[in-house]
């Protein structure tokens, strides 16, 4: 009998963003015959905590000191989000192989150093990992912009996306659109956009263009968004769904889908938007053109409010154009391989 290798997932937390539901992605597909997989969620909270796998031996928080799961010795320690994980593996006494996942562009969103006393111990602590993970080439890059010298083995891994059971849940609900849609996913953050996006549905509305906009997420932005919505007289055309563990049927239901980010490492949502078929305009953040080819796969424009306006207006105006582009989304998500990413994530975990 072959003897199983012992995992340790490590995240701050399972809230709604984009690396939480990839990790609840990959722990659905893991060999369990060949791996023994613990999740260790550092704040005992999230949403996707009941979509753990029963596979899966978890703890949420560090409380419990004495918890078999944080008592264990692993031979792969994987901290799975930037920060606070990073920390916890670096600082584990043991012999594990460590990795440490990346996901966004730490170059230009430098959002988890907040977590060290200082630029030095943050490099220690990456310093301390066998292997680094990115979710595109892009975000290596970055990250050798920020730290040239680390040792570690860089990997590029891209996210896992499964189209067949995207378009599956897309089919779970029915949703009825009044006029011409425009659907965007993410965290109600500074550095997704939406307030750019707003100024820029302000002044197509006031060019007599009828359509809405669907923005799903939560995020401390949200008081700020409604305030503006309302100021500005948009509660007609902007409708904020909250957070939804399962937006693709609105993704499907839309006409458009837009990413209106200022930093993006490969964003789920754009690669999720092209499985339902739906036309996408991006603002170019690295990831985003990445994914897209550099324009091959949809529409990419600069994050500003000019640009963004620029090819919203191009795409609700020209049916044509948003044909062509659905075509081609189904084109591009046909390249997506959950088996093929899962095969190159077993060979990141041999020493």
Not at 1 to 26: N, Y
Not at 92 to 113: E, Q
Not at 124 to 145: G, H, I, N
Not at 217 to 223: A, K
Request: glycine share 6%; aromatic share 10%; with cysteine.
């Amino acid at each position: 009998m072959i003897k199983k290798k012992s995992i340790l997932f490590c995240i701050d937390s399972l809230d709604g963003g984009g690396a939480e539901h990839l990790l609840i992605e990959i722990l659905k597909r893991f060999d369990y015959e060949l791996y023994d997989v613990s999740l260790l969620i550092l704040f005992d909270r999230g949403v996707y905590r009941n979509d753990i796998p029963y596979e899966v031996d978890w703890l949420a928080g560090l409380k419990d000191k004495n918890h078999p799961l944080r008592r264990k010795q692993y031979d792969i320690e994987i901290a799975f989000l930037e920060g606070v994980a990073v920390k916890y593996v670096a600082y584990r006494n043991s012999n594990a192989l460590k990795i440490a996942w990346i996901h966004t562009d730490l170059y230009k969103l430098h959002w988890c150093k907040q977590f060290y006393r200082s630029e030095k111990e943050e490099k220690r602590c990456f310093s301390a990992m066998d292997k680094l993970v990115f979710v595109s080439t892009y975000t290596k890059k970055q990250f050798q912009k920020l730290y040239s010298d680390i040792q570690a083995e860089h990997c590029v891994l891209p996210n896992l996306i499964d189209r067949d059971s995207i378009c599956r849940l897309a089919e779970a609900c029915v949703h009825v659109k009044e006029k011409l849609t425009i659907c965007c996913v993410g965290r109600l953050n500074p550095e997704k956009g939406y307030m750019y996006l707003l100024q820029v549905v302000e002044k197509l509305v006031s060019e007599g263009l009828d359509f809405q906009l669907w923005i799903l997420g939560e995020g401390y932005l949200r008081e700020s968004l409604l305030q503006y919505i309302c100021e500005h007289q948009l509660d007609h055309y902007v409708y904020l769904k909250g957070f939804l563990k399962n937006p693709y049927s609105y993704m499907k239901t839309a006409d458009v889908f837009v990413s209106a980010s200022r930093v993006e490492g490969a964003p789920l949502v754009i690669s999720e938007a092209l499985c339902l078929r739906r036309p996408v305009l991006a603002t170019r953040s690295g990831g985003a053109d990445e994914i897209l080819e550099g324009g091959k796969y949809g529409i990419l424009v600069d994050s500003d409010q000019e640009s963004i306006y620029t090819g919203l207006k191009q795409l609700i105006l020209n049916r044509s154009l948003r044909n062509e582009l659905s075509v081609l989304a189904g084109i591009k998500a046909m390249s997506f391989e959950p088996a093929k990413t899962m095969s190159q994530l077993y060979k990141i975990l041999i020493p």
